[in-house]
C-alpha cells in the first residue's frame, strides 16, 4: 500500500514503466508524463488500481509553447474520492498529431476535449463529437493559441441598415489616448 503520492508515483512507474516517461511531485500533487500513444492505458489504470482508484475526470486542457516542436502540453487532472489525492497527467503533442480520445475511459471527458480543440486546436481521435463548443461554428481558429490575434480575424456586429447580424474582417484604427499628442512634440 502506498501512503504519499510521491510513493504512489514510484508504484505506477514501477508497475507500467512502459506508460510513464517520467514523475515528479509539484508541491503536494504528483504529476506523471506520459505519450498521447499511452494516455488510454495509464488512464485505465489509475482508475482501476486498487491503489488509486482515481474515477473522477476533473478536466482537460492544454499549454501552448509555441517555441517547441511539441508545442501543446495536454493536462488531465483526476481525483480519487475514496484516497482523497489528487493527480495530473501530461503529455506532449504537436500541431498534427492527434491525441486519442479517452472517452471510453472517462465519458465525461467529450467536453472537455471539445473545449481544448476549440481553444488549442488539439485533435482527439475516436471523439464521437469534435466541434466547436465555446466559439461560434463559422469561428476561424483556435484564441487560446500563443500566435492568435488579439482582436481575432473576424468581426461580428448588428447592422442597423440590414437589420442582421453580419461578419467583417477586423479593421485596426488607430487609438489616440489624451496625452498621446505629447509623445510627437
Known sequence: MTRTLEEYGDYVHGTISDRVVSFHMNGDELVLITDAAHIVDL?????????????????????DYPA?????????????????????VKLLVDE????????????????????????YGVVFSGNPDLRRILTDYGFDGH??????????YVELRYDEDQKRVVYEPVKMTPLVLPGDEKAKA
Open 96 to 119: 498534427v498529431t492527434a491525441v486519442p480520445s479517452v472517452v471510453g475511459v472517462f465519458p465525461s471527458a467529450g467536453w472537455y476535449e471539445r473545449e481544448t480543440w476549440d481553444m
Open 143 to 152: 484564441p487560446q493559441r500563443k500566435d492568435f490575434p488579439l482582436t481575432g
Open 43 to 63: 488512464l485505465t489504470f489509475l482508475r482501476d488500481d486498487e491503489h488509486g482508484r482515481f474515477t473522477q475526470l476533473m478536466d482537460i486542457t492544454a499549454v
Open 68 to 88: 517547441r516542436a511539441k508545442r501543446f502540453e495536454v493536462v488531465y487532472h483526476l481525483l480519487s474520492l475514496t484516497k482523497n489525492r489528487r493527480v495530473r
